[in-house]
């Protein structure tokens, strides 16, 4: 894969796909430029667009052909629910949804460009973002063979109002809508905003741009409780009921973004060197993350729990900067799945007014002794006369020889 302009030898691009303003132009370019054909590449990741209408809209805008696959179990089995196992949190507050999906949807560009014979992929990430990066790090990973084309990065296209005159000059079909004040990705996982009125970051979000979640202030005066079950670290159940990961987080989205849980406003460090702001929406994502550390509470031993969590800033750096089919990531996960062995058991979360809280937690697996810990008769099994000598040995480095 060339990081610079592979030339006029294109045969066939695998371009990644949403039906939008800019891959409808990106799709046009591509034919006009480099005289190729293209295949339209979609993955439904939970974004909740329409999709029937996306292979007919791509052909009409001179693709061959148009793929759309369903990736939305395999992205929370194998991407979230590593992650919240990671205890990955970038730089101590965004959960990574839209960082997370990204490896996802190149890992099946790359296998979608193989199966139709394309030589080349093509995405409209921007120059300035971290999206560019994390697709062609995992396309390099995956099929160093195969070229990639950044249009955002070639053309002279340098607006929406370019891309408009573009659509129209070769009659795209691209529908008439109003421009939104900000940018929107949205995941299974989450939803982001930003740019646009967003990029003061002393201006507050309106409240009508949110869509997964309700205002705490407007959330039900009634919180609501429930019982998140888990098995190795992943989260199984609700209330008993057990669900395919995906449809466990729909769930979790729905009952957490009713009661305002999972808004984050943040300026975070982009790979690129940029400070960028964004907005948040992860109801499900924080639930889990909270319940997930509160199983691991009794399930984890201190010392597995304290080295696990030195890995996880960098387990989610790693994450957040493209990283995911590096050999690193590959020790890394190998160590979090045998810190997730005995993480197993069940959850009692109160979710109420953008708040969750831990009212319990148990497992077969916990190494929590009420016996040890009382303060009450323990007939023997702790012998408190022993600290003394604990501490004399801690403090021989402090205080010299105790008299």
């Given at each position: 894969m060339?990081?610079?302009?592979?030339?006029k030898?294109?045969?066939?691009?695998?371009l990644a796909y949403s039906?939008?303003?800019?891959?409808?132009?990106?799709l046009?370019?591509l034919?006009?430029?480099y005289?190729?054909?293209v295949?339209?590449?979609?993955?439904?990741?939970?974004?909740?667009?329409?999709?029937?209408?996306?292979?007919?809209k791509?052909?009409a805008?001179?693709?061959v052909?148009?793929?759309?696959k369903?990736?939305r179990?395999?992205?929370?089995?194998?991407?979230?629910?590593e992650?919240?196992r990671g205890?990955?949190i970038?730089e101590g507050v965004?959960?990574?949804?839209?960082?997370?999906?990204r490896?996802?949807?190149?890992?099946?560009h790359?296998?979608?460009?193989?199966?139709?014979?394309?030589?080349?992929v093509s995405?409209?990430?921007?120059?300035?973002?971290?999206?560019q990066?994390?697709?062609?790090?995992?396309?390099?990973?995956l099929a160093p063979?195969?070229?990639n084309?950044?249009?955002w990065r070639?053309?002279?296209?340098?607006?929406?109002?370019?891309?408009?005159?573009?659509a129209?000059?070769?009659?795209?079909p691209?529908?008439a809508?109003?421009?939104?004040?900000?940018s929107?990705?949205?995941?299974m996982?989450?939803?982001s905003f930003?740019?646009?009125?967003?990029e003061?970051?002393?201006r507050?979000p309106?409240?009508d741009?949110?869509v997964?979640?309700?205002s705490?202030?407007?959330a039900?005066?009634?919180?609501?409780?429930?019982?998140?079950?888990?098995?190795?670290?992943?989260a199984?159940?609700?209330?008993?009921?057990?669900?395919s990961?995906a449809t466990?987080?729909?769930?979790?989205n729905?009952i957490?973004?009713?009661?305002?849980v999972?808004?984050?406003d943040?300026?975070e460090?982009?790979f690129?060197?940029l400070?960028s702001?964004?907005?948040?929406?992860?109801?499900?994502?924080?639930?889990?993350?909270?319940?997930?550390r509160?199983?691991?509470?009794?399930t984890l031993?201190?010392?597995v729990?304290?080295?696990?969590?030195?890995?996880?800033?960098?387990f989610?750096?790693?994450?957040?900067n493209?990283?995911?089919?590096a050999?690193?990531?590959?020790?890394?996960r190998a160590?979090?799945?045998?810190?997730?062995?005995?993480?197993?058991?069940d959850?009692r979360l109160?979710?109420?007014k953008?708040?969750?809280?831990v009212?319990?937690?148990?497992s077969p697996?916990s190494?929590y002794?009420?016996?040890?810990?009382?303060f009450?008769?323990?007939d023997?099994?702790y012998?408190?006369?022993?600290?003394?000598?604990?501490?004399h040995?801690?403090g021989l480095?402090l205080?010299g020889?105790?008299?």
């Amino acid at each position: 894969m060339s990081p610079s302009k592979p030339g006029k030898s294109v045969n066939r691009v695998c371009l990644a796909y949403s039906g939008g303003l800019d891959t409808s132009v990106i799709l046009r370019w591509l034919i006009e430029e480099y005289k190729c054909e293209v295949v339209a590449y979609c993955a439904d990741v939970g974004q909740e667009e329409e999709l029937s209408g996306l292979p007919e809209k791509a052909m009409a805008s001179g693709a061959v052909d148009c793929v759309i696959k369903d990736l939305r179990e395999e992205f929370v089995s194998d991407y979230v629910y590593e992650a919240v196992r990671g205890n990955a949190i970038y730089e101590g507050v965004y959960l990574l949804g839209t960082a997370l999906a990204r490896p996802l949807i190149a890992k099946h560009h790359i296998e979608v460009a193989k199966a139709t014979g394309c030589d080349a992929v093509s995405h409209g990430a921007t120059g300035k973002g971290n999206d560019q990066v994390r697709f062609e790090l995992t396309f390099r990973a995956l099929a160093p063979e195969i070229h990639n084309i950044a249009p955002w990065r070639e053309w002279d296209l340098r607006s929406r109002t370019d891309c408009i005159a573009y659509a129209e000059k070769f009659g795209i079909p691209v529908g008439a809508s109003g421009e939104k004040p900000f940018s929107m990705d949205r995941n299974m996982m989450h939803i982001s905003f930003e740019g646009g009125i967003l990029e003061d970051p002393w201006r507050a979000p309106d409240e009508d741009m949110f869509v997964l979640t309700t205002s705490p202030e407007k959330a039900p005066n009634e919180g609501v409780e429930l019982i998140l079950g888990f098995e190795e670290g992943r989260a199984i159940s609700i209330d008993g009921e057990s669900m395919s990961p995906a449809t466990l987080l729909t769930k979790l989205n729905t009952i957490a973004g009713a009661h305002g849980v999972g808004r984050v406003d943040l300026v975070e460090n982009r790979f690129v060197g940029l400070k960028s702001r964004g907005v948040y929406e992860t109801p499900g994502g924080t639930v889990l993350h909270v319940a997930h550390r509160a199983i691991e509470s009794i399930t984890l031993d201190r010392e597995v729990m304290h080295e696990r969590d030195k890995m996880s800033p960098r387990f989610a750096e790693l994450i957040y900067n493209g990283f995911w089919f590096a050999p690193e990531m590959d020790v890394m996960r190998a160590t979090i799945d045998a810190t997730q062995r005995t993480v197993t058991g069940d959850v009692r979360l109160k979710l109420y007014k953008g708040n969750v809280t831990v009212l319990g937690r148990r497992s077969p697996y916990s190494l929590y002794s009420e016996k040890l810990v009382t303060f009450e008769e323990d007939d023997g099994a702790y012998d408190q006369a022993d600290a003394t000598g604990f501490i004399h040995l801690q403090g021989l480095r402090l205080g010299g020889p105790v008299d």
